[in-house]
């Protein structure tokens, strides 16, 4: 039977069983990008009120790059929540983890939590960021460039950074939208990362992010949360740009040690990732509640 139901299937069983999820994915492998590409339209379709189907661009080889937004608010531009996975095409679970978000979204679109966030927020996720590494099975994208090193930051200029394809993909995006908070999906160890990853120097919400971090890091089982720099140094990092230009609440989630685990232990580990997410979100939620009550007590 295939991990994906057709589209005509889905909405059959919709009109059969109104209310109910008309198909979900399997998690017991890994998912093409055909797979990935159908599962999103399939979403889109079935629940156009609040999903919108988004053609972000395409990749060196001519890869499309999509992603979906979730939201039920009624303002034109509410504030973002912005996931990603796969800057590093080795990275199965990565994707995997930005899927089951998807996953998880469209099949709790009726449960209380999700609807007040979805009436405060958008909701953003790009499974693939480079879909030529993840057809090639290789880390860097389609000329051989790690795209996660791509990045603008403090020590280097728009103008000397954006150098990819994919990445200026994700720029035109993030630039346009204001991005309250973002996680981006990696693999390769079992960690919550912040920023700075450039520098040792402290940013000035380090508490917040540590508090936030630890939340997610906990719920996952996860010992390691900590700035990306204590991680390992480096320089054009996806969450140091987001956090330069927005202010975002920006987080790296490394979601498995190894980067493409065994498909037998794919269930579990986008089962945690899922939870960590949510964590991480429930998090800023609480925290932008607090804004709040401060902004009126003022």
Known sequence: MPKIMSLKLCLLLAILMPGASAFALDFSQYHSQFEIGQFLR?????????????????????????????????????????????HHGNEKSSTESALAMIDYLQKNLDQPQIIELLNKYAIYIQPLVNPDGHALNRRTDANGVDPNRDYAFPSRSANE??????????????????????????????????????TSQENPHQQEFRDLSRAAALSMGMERYLQSYFDYATEGEFTDYMYMQQRTLAVTLEVSDASTPQASE???????????????????????RQMMVASVQR
């Open 42 to 86: 399939e979403t889109a379709a079935k629940f156009p009120e609040t999903v919108s189907f988004i053609s972000m661009g395409r990749s060196d080889n001519g890869r499309e790059i999509v992603a979906l937004r979730f939201t039920k608010s009624p303002l034109a531009s509410p504030p973002v929540i912005y996931l990603n996975g796969t």
């Open 161 to 198: 950074s954006f150098q990819t394809q994919i990445i200026r993909v994700v720029r035109k995006l993030v630039d346009r939208l204001p991005v309250r908070a973002a996680v981006a999906f990696h693999s390769g160890e079992e960690a919550v990362l912040w920023p700075w990853g450039h």
């Open 266 to 288: 794919l269930a579990a580990v986008v089962a945690r990732s899922v939870k960590g997410t949510l964590a991480y979100i429930n998090g800023v939620m609480n925290l932008d």
